[in-house]
């Protein structure tokens, strides 16, 4: 069983950064991939970035690509999603989530593939 823990959300102007941490319970850490995804009101749940232990390949949804990079250190069980040039759209729930083993291209947007999750962290983006 894997928890996780988010943090790190909150209030910010469009062009403001934030960075969200994303706490692992298990020792075993480095086993597992790591996505974050977001829910905004009225919508769906959607994949924004994962990454891969071993070869840090990473993934991104293509409206965060070149603002958002996801990140992890193993030795503290934490993923990281740093957030630059926030903008109104971001506004959402943010979701951490693990799952045991790699993650490929076929895979890592699709929230089904993933076992845990995290209870989310709110991030609001005022324009």
């Known amino acids: 069983q894997v928890q996780l823990v988010e943090s790190g959300g909150g209030l910010v102007q469009a062009g403001g950064s934030l960075r969200l941490s994303c706490a692992a319970s298990?020792?075993?850490?480095?086993?597992?991939?790591m996505g974050w995804f977001r829910q905004a009101p009225g919508k769906e749940r959607e994949f924004v970035a994962a990454?891969?232990?071993?070869?840090?390949?990473?993934f991104y949804t293509d409206p965060v690509k070149g603002r958002f990079t996801i990140s992890r250190d193993n030795a503290k069980n934490t993923v990281y999603l740093q957030m630059n040039s926030l903008k109104p759209e971001d506004t959402a729930v943010y979701f951490c989530?693990?799952?045991?083993?790699?993650?490929?291209?076929?895979?890592?947007?699709?929230?089904?593939?993933?076992?845990?999750w995290g209870q989310g962290t709110q991030v609001t983006v005022s324009s």
């Open positions: 989530a693990a799952k045991m083993g790699l993650i490929n291209y076929s895979s890592y947007y699709r929230d089904s593939s993933y076992d845990y």
């Open positions: 298990r020792r075993t850490f480095s086993g597992y991939a």
């Open positions: 990454t891969n232990w071993g070869s840090g390949s990473t």
